[in-house]
């Protein structure tokens, strides 16, 4: 009877580990997938949030383009700060994009 009752116990206690193990791998794919939609959500949010950023970046930089052009402004921009304005707001455009698509689509472990 000794036996059949250790038996039972083994069984019993390896049961509860598997049930155990079940339930924390449970809980850890559903926190990824609470991650994961938590992740998407900031995303799009953000990324609403930089093209804006980007779209009034170029704005003023027109702005200050065609203004020159039209001397409408008291001083004038030489044509080096102009270019310097052009490259780094140019530089600046892909760069924050080439950022923003990175994260977007992250690669997969």
Same mark, same amino acid.
């Given at each position: 009877?000794r036996s059949t /009752? #250790?038996?039972f116990?083994? &069984?019993?206690?390896k *049961?509860?580990?598997?049930?155990e193990?079940?339930?924390i791998d449970?809980? +850890?794919?559903? /926190? #990824?997938?609470d991650?994961n &939609?938590?992740?998407? *959500? ?10 804006w950023? +980007?779209?009034?970046?170029?704005f003023v ?10 001397k ?6 030489s ?10 707001s140019s530089?600046?455009v892909v760069?924050i994009f080439?950022?923003v ?6 690669a997969?472990k």
């Amino acid at each position: 009877m000794r036996s059949t /009752e #250790r038996t039972f116990d083994a &069984i019993s206690r390896k *049961s509860s580990v598997e049930n155990e193990s079940k339930i924390i791998d449970n809980a +850890l794919k559903q /926190e #990824r997938l609470d991650s994961n &939609i938590q992740d998407r *959500s900031q995303r799009k949010e953000f990324t609403n949030k930089i093209f804006w950023m +980007l779209v009034s970046f170029l704005f003023v930089t027109m702005v200050f383009v065609f203004l020159n052009a039209l001397k409408c402004i008291p001083f004038e921009i030489s044509d080096t700060v102009m270019v310097a304005l052009l490259t780094t707001s140019s530089a600046n455009v892909v760069g924050i994009f080439l950022v923003v698509v990175k994260y977007l689509f992250k690669a997969t472990k």
